[in-house]
């Protein structure tokens, strides 16, 4: 055997010898650690599924708060360019410059910068493109990614951010929310948590809860699908219905906005509830940076509406007046000495004051002219237990139960810490802080019949099929007061609106009662008020005989220079625009409800063929208004309209023709001659007016000097005439 033969045989059986030597420690040594990337192949691992956060919706179904998810898009170069290789006709550049174009175009991402991350070597590893892509964008982009078959596209979830139709809308009690991420991406558990407002309370309800699924990749990270791998299905949040109504809350926001640039105010405040059901229809707070901030700054606030306390003034002798009509101390035409008022305490002395001087005043108009004096008599006559005790009967001092984020329990001394003038101090809206909410809530029992409710932002939650699991039912804390004392009240509040401190809140076919305030703003940490700030409130409902609306308005530190201080000057008339804007809702029927109350339906008599004094006689008796047409006093009557014996409104006018051949329906039974009404009283104009039918304007107090209809000018039904009294 010659040399080369045995040479090649030896190195055959050492090239053996090495090929079992690396197979042996591969098998059975494994010295290159591929026991572990096989397990890892073989072995399925979990993905964190994250779920959506639940959707706030309005009373009515309108979507307030969304999520949207958003992803990052990374691409494996590798792949394309290895495709490119396999007899693409196109180069991997031109590829990039494809996948720049495609997610820039459906992301708004620079398609330049995208370029250069796609372009920068090495090339064969994958790249960062984008964050912030939404679910619909990412839907795109794949689609294009598709029809361009185009490969290496790298989906991870990135992080859920809020959406908001309507911008700042609500911001102020709908809040926001943090999320934190713990582990890498696509196997970290990221979650979302409220930090205030609804997002924070209902926290639980919103966020929830995390799913898993087990999953295998092949060698080229492509996902296998595999019958035996595990899932558990992420549960999206349950949605919460509120018992907000949009409409309204655009409303009180949209005037409240004007109303702190009129007026100069440093904070606004508005909150709209159903009295009785407690509900919360709107509510707002707003400070005077509102417009200048973006709505994720605003939503980061504090809730004003519910935390802002204040000294509610002169809205609360209503309280004390109640009080004093259940227990018979004074009847409300019972006249009162409103004269400066000097008393003494020990060594102390005070002197209550009226900012307009009265001698005396009745009951009513004590509460009408918001004497600060008449109040001080009159809660003297109560005592400070029986007050102390209907003031925490009605909510003042502690939260109201309504569950809202940051809301603040006022500050109301227990009784035992009263001091020589708080009886009087409280009796007109001192030496007391609330909020407005509970100033709402307050009267709200005013308005309903005396029932403290509970007041609640949350009508409904829901779970992902769109079923009810629970709902809030109104709920009443405790009944105050009765029926006859709250009906009288309910005349004072009116009397208020319709010639007292609130005459600027008048409508003239709707009725509202309530409450003007302005008050001291107290020194923060000091005794004694601070100089030209103050707080300036009207609270009310409407309709009056039927109210469905309760709304509180509140100004703090509006302007001092121009008298928008005057809650009769700033609150009054803000109250007054989004009245007038509610009613009008389309689908409001506060006025058709209105109208139909205040008809009387009546039997027309039969006086045809009579005198006309003795018809005269019984349609007086039965209080029944009347026109007469033709001139002959002595004649009788041949026809009226309406007809014998058919029913009618009370509040129309029978028309009588009298000895006169003309067709009755040919008559203006609505035309007739404008009384003169200068040098009457206020009392006196009035009964007129009612008698005749006539819409009076009152501005001022006292005689008559002006009318803004001459008279005996022919003028229709429900004719409105302006009278100033001096």
Sequence with gaps: MNTRIKFFIIFNILLILIWIGYLFSIQILDAHHLKAIVQIRQNPSKEILIPNRGNIYDRDGELLVSSVKYYQIDVDRSAIIDDCKRGSQISSSEVFKKIAGIISKNNKADKNLLLKRLMKKPQYSSVYLTTDVSENQLHLIKQEFTKENIKGLVVSFCNIKRSYPHDKLGANFLGMIDDKKQGNSGKSIYTTYGKNGIEATYNEQLCGEIGWRETIYDANNRMIPLLFLKEKAAQPGKSIHL???????????????????EYKAKNAIGIAMDPNTGEILAMVGLNEKHESKSAKELRSVTNIAASFMFEPGSTLKPITALLALEKDIFKPSDIIDCRDYHLEYESEERYIKDEHKYKTLSFKDIIAYSSNVGISRIVEEIGSKVLYERMIAMGFGHKTGSNISGEASGLFRKLRDWQGFSLHSISFGQEISVTALQLANAYCSLANGGKVMQPHLIKEIRNKDNKTISSFKPNVMRTISDKRSLDTLKVFLKGVVDYGTATQTKLEHLTIAGKTGTSEKATSGKIG??????????????????????????????????????????????????????????DTNIMANVKEDNKKIIIAPNVTGLQLEKATKILQKAGINFVVSGKNPDGKIIDQYPKPNTSFDKNEKIVLNLDNIQNTEQLNVDDYAMPSLIGLSLRKAIAISNRNSIKLVIRGNGIISAQSIKPGSNIKFGDVCTITAK
Excluded at 569 to 581: E, Y
């Design 243 to 261: 018992t907000i109504d949009k409409n309204i809350q655009e409303i009180v926001e949209e005037n409240l906005i004007i109303g702190l640039k």
């Design 529 to 586: 008020y601070e100089k030209e700030k103050y707080t300036s409130v009207f609270a009310g409902f409407f309709p009056v005989k039927n109210p469905q609306y309760v709304m509180v308005i509140i100004y703090d530190e509006a302007d001092y220079k121009s008298y928008s201080y005057y809650a009769s000057l700033s609150a009054v008339p803000t109250f007054k625009n989004i009245v007038k804007k509610i009613v009008n809702l389309p």
